[in-house]
Nanobody, 122 residues
Framework: QVQLVESGGGLVQAGGSLRLSCAAS????????MAWYRQAPGEQRELVASISKGGIPNYADSVRGRFTISRDVIKNIVYLQMNTLNSGDTAVYFC????????????????WGQGTQVTVSS
């Protein structure tokens, strides 16, 4: 069973920075895509950023230029560097891994971490 453990959330002032980490219990190369989602109170979960197996990043328009997704393939950690934070970034941030080996269900594989709270004070 794959485990994804997020860390790095907290309270930060507007304009500040945080770096989130998602530690995977297995090689990140097993997954087709790893991503960060967020969910604010009363809102739907939304994609923030993703990184493909080949290392290609993708960003939501709302965070492009402020957030950077990266990975350490030795430590099997995916990071989300968040700069110039604003109150609109307040949410629970979730790590996601989808698509895996056929023995895991192939393209239907989908795993979530428990989430980490990010609160931006204005």
């Amino acid at each position: 069973q794959v485990q994804l453990v997020e860390s790095g959330g907290g309270l930060v002032q507007a304009g500040g920075s945080l770096r989130l980490s998602c530690a995977a219990s297995t090689s990140v190369f097993y997954f087709n895509v790893m991503a960060w989602y967020r969910q604010a109170p009363g809102e739907q979960r939304e994609l923030v950023a993703s990184i493909s197996k080949g290392g290609i990043p993708n960003y939501a328009d709302s965070v492009r230029g402020r957030f950077t997704i990266s990975r350490d393939v030795i430590k099997n950690i995916v990071y989300l560097q968040m700069n110039t934070l604003n109150s609109g970034d307040t949410a629970v941030y979730f790590c996601n891994a989808r698509g895996g080996p056929r023995s895991w269900g192939g393209d239907t594989f989908n795993s979530w971490g428990q989430g980490t709270q990010v609160t931006v004070s204005s």
